[in-house]
């Protein structure tokens, strides 16, 4: 390990792969025993993420190949501009 390097506690982890749409689409749904999630956009342009309602006028947006990490329980959207792109998220939680 490095030296300065966050450790987190989690007891599960879970991958996927999200296809986000032009239309809202769910990256991860409420959970109270989230410890941390991290998403990484390998798409080609950029994914915005919000609560449900978010756009593209109101999300905070991810570009391509950049990743967020969020400490939180709350359900989690994206949504993109046009056509699609994909959101790989990873979810830690403690069971």
């Known amino acids: 390990m490095s030296a300065g390097a966050n450790v987190i506690k989690a007891d599960t982890y879970t991958a996927s792969a999200v296809t986000v749409a032009n239309t809202e ?23 915005f ?20 990490t969020l400490n939180g329980q709350a359900a989690l959207f994206g949504i993109v501009a046009a056509a699609t792109e994909e959101m790989r998220v990873f979810d830690l939680g403690d069971d």
């Open 25 to 47: 689409t769910a990256l991860l749904s409420k959970d109270p025993e989230r410890v941390e999630a991290v998403l990484y956009n390998n798409g080609a342009n950029t994914i």
């Open 49 to 68: 993420v919000g609560p449900t309602g978010v756009t593209i006028a109101t999300g905070l947006p991810v570009a391509a190949g950049a990743s967020l």
